[in-house]
């Protein structure tokens, strides 16, 4: 029995020692240790050599982020994980993990504004140089790495943010792989849809802030991908402080439990609305993979069944009858995430893709009038009623 010291001020000081008990709990324990104690020095060796399994500092990892990380490496087929403070932490740890200085990063057209941004913008300042293909044609990337042939790095989205494009994995990653190039795939928009892993995709990249964990309570993001590749981007993520928290994680975790059922009700619902609004005189376009309309509909068909997702985007053609609709709405919220149990509705020019440039927005499509859907578990009678009245409004 460990010595027990008859000071006041020093029992109150120290931590107890663990209970001893031959049960487990039944769902996981949130642990909130920033520090872990260690015997000595040979165990300090050993963890750092990865001869031995345990955590020392928070910022490096913790049991929560652990088994976060495992739940999706084993759902999305890969070897492990990484859990960060955001999806951006993710993909910025993965860029800089991949990315040497004077190096170039190939991105889809269309990509998420924040992804372009720090690939386009801020590494640009450290001398890493960027191009674009078309997400949709394979061909397009075999181009671009034709005229890249020191890329250390490809980014794409399963579905486009904000107007939902997909990308064929396949084909990509069949040109990335052949190339020698990592590919990392954003899959936020598509959680359980289709596996990338599976189709040959290095890197998968979740926003757990979003479907994932489904209830707009949580800021984390998540990398999954082969063992050594992941451990460079746990070295980075460690140094530039972006591992996430122990709560987050376990919030994360309990989000999931519901993430299939969630996945069906707001495919469903999405694929109603969003013919409901294709429909309307005062819609000038619909966006959503399961519409036969859509330019991808064949391809998302092929890679997600008949599941598309939960996000719709539809335009009104100007961005004062975006704002009056925005306005208009009675029951649902603007905000500017997605994912919740609850609908929302974004504004892309002003949220995601504030500060990108006008034209090359307008040539993707991101158009002043466009309105992102985030579709939850509501009844689709109610959000269209609303959403009807609004669009007259506007």
Not at 44 to 67: C, E
Not at 227 to 235: Q, S, Y
Not at 379 to 391: K, M, P, T
Request: charged share 20%.
């Amino acid at each position: 029995m460990p010595h027990d010291p008859a000071s006041d001020a020093t029992r109150c000081a120290r931590a107890p020692e663990p209970p001893r008990s031959i049960t487990e709990p039944l769902s996981p324990p949130i642990q909130l240790a920033s520090v872990y104690r260690v015997a000595g020095l040979d165990e300090v060796d050993a963890l750092f050599d990865g001869r031995a399994d345990g955590f020392f500092y928070a910022r490096d990892g913790h049991p929560n982020a652990a088994q976060l990380a495992d739940k999706l490496a084993k759902l999305e087929g890969a070897e492990a994980g990484l859990i960060c403070a955001s999806g951006m932490g993710a993909i910025a740890a993965t860029v800089l993990a991949t990315t040497e200085r004077g190096g170039r990063v190939l991105l889809s057209e269309g990509l998420y504004g924040k992804t372009t941004t720090l690939v386009a913008r801020e590494l640009a300042r450290f001398g890493v140089e960027h191009g674009f293909f078309d997400p949709t044609r394979p061909e397009s990337l075999r181009e671009a790495l034709g005229e890249a042939p020191d890329a250390s790095l490809v980014v794409a989205e399963t579905l486009s943010n904000p107007l939902l494009r997909a990308c064929d994995l396949e084909g990509t990653a069949a040109v990335a792989n052949a190339a020698g190039v990592p590919l990392l795939v954003d899959h936020t928009f598509a959680p359980l849809l289709c596996k990338p892993i599976a189709m040959g995709v290095t890197l998968v990249a979740h926003s757990l802030t979003k479907l994932i964990s489904g209830h707009a309570d949580v800021t984390l993001g998540a990398v999954v991908g082969p063992r050594d590749l992941i451990a460079r981007i746990r070295a980075v993520g460690s140094t530039f402080g972006q591992i996430g928290n122990a709560f987050d994680a376990w919030l994360a975790m309990r989000g999931a439990v519901t993430l299939p059922l969630r996945v069906e009700r707001s495919s469903a619902t999405a694929l109603e609305l969003a013919r409901r609004l294709e429909a309307h005189p005062k819609v000038a376009r619909a966006s959503y993979p399961g519409l036969p309309s859509h330019p991808d509909h064949a391809l998302a068909r092929r890679m997600f069944g008949d599941r598309y997702g939960a996000m719709i985007a539809f335009d009104v053609e100007a961005r004062e009858r975006a704002d009056r609709l925005i306005r208009g709405l009675r029951t649902i919220p603007f905000a500017p995430s997605l994912g919740d149990a609850q609908t929302t509705v974004s504004h892309p020019c002003t949220t995601s893709h504030r500060g990108q440039d006008p034209d090359a927005l307008r040539r993707t499509g991101v158009t002043p009038g466009l309105i992102r859907v985030s579709v939850g578990l509501e009844d689709v009678d109610d959000l269209w009623a609303d959403f009807a009245q609004a669009i007259e409004f506007a």
